[in-house]
């Protein structure tokens, strides 16, 4: 069971370079989620998809662009990386119903320098 | 968004019972209280939810006081695996994982 799946593991960039961190659930889910969390914090929402073919801003979507290319693939892209951005980055999923549980993937670990 | 408060951290030694305390003294009647972990270089996985009455599954149980102003998450046989960051949040009944705030939680350290 893949689950939420989350590439590339880690990376390092240069300020001002440019990425995309992908993310792909296999569970059918409806809604996904991303999280940013830094060092001895808790998780802040970046972006969210309710559903394929919608998104919207979360806590901190400032410096991000997502998209949501069908129902199983959620990305997140930095358009101009800066040191701030230096972070864990996590995707989640969840199914439409009360109290579905958030379904995580294990994380992109990101540094800018 | 009504808010937790869980302590920064927590011992405990292996094998014995660990109980989590959480305090949502501003939670609504239609709020549910979910249980999250964060094991070491982790996403976050699931734990327990509930209302009202106390919950029980294969990880843990959660007891909810009569007021609903706090609840406790019990491992009722801690292991080294159980060390990791437990969260406790409140999710609004129709709401979305949108307006779940995931606070800094409590570190659990397991002794052996």
């Known amino acids: 069971n893949a689950g939420v799946t989350q590439t590339p593991k880690f990376q390092v960039l240069k300020t001002g370079q440019s990425m995309t961190l992908q993310c792909a659930q296999d569970?059918?889910?409806?809604?996904m989620y991303w999280y940013r969390q830094d060092p001895g914090m808790g998780l802040r929402l970046i972006y969210y998809s309710a559903s394929e073919g919608t998104t919207d801003k979360g806590e901190v979507p400032n410096g991000y662009n997502v998209s949501r290319l069908n129902k199983r693939e959620f990305s997140l892209r930095l358009e101009s990386a800066a040191p701030s951005q230096t972070s864990v980055y996590f995707c989640?999923?969840?199914?439409?119903?009360?109290?579905?549980?958030?379904?995580f993937g294990n994380g992109t670990r990101l540094t800018v320098t | 968004d009504a808010k937790t408060t869980q302590p920064n951290s927590m011992e405990s030694n292996e094998e014995e019972p660990v109980h989590l305390p959480c305090n949502h003294s501003?939670?609504?009647?239609?709020?549910?209280i979910h249980w999250y972990r964060q094991l070491p270089s982790q996403g976050p996985e699931y734990v327990i939810h509930?209302?009202?009455s106390n919950v029980n599954n294969r990880m843990a149980s959660l007891a909810i006081a009569e007021d609903r102003k706090s609840s406790t998450l019990i491992l009722h046989r801690a292991t080294l695996r159980d060390a990791a960051v437990y969260y406790c949040i409140l999710r609004a009944l129709q709401g979305s994982a949108r307006q779940l705030t995931f606070g800094s939680g409590t570190q659990l350290t397991v002794l052996p």
């Open positions: 509930g209302l009202t």
């Open positions: 569970m059918n889910h409806n809604s």
């Open positions: 989640a999923s969840m199914t439409t119903g009360a109290n579905s549980p958030l379904h």
């Open positions: 501003t939670i609504s009647g239609t709020d549910y």
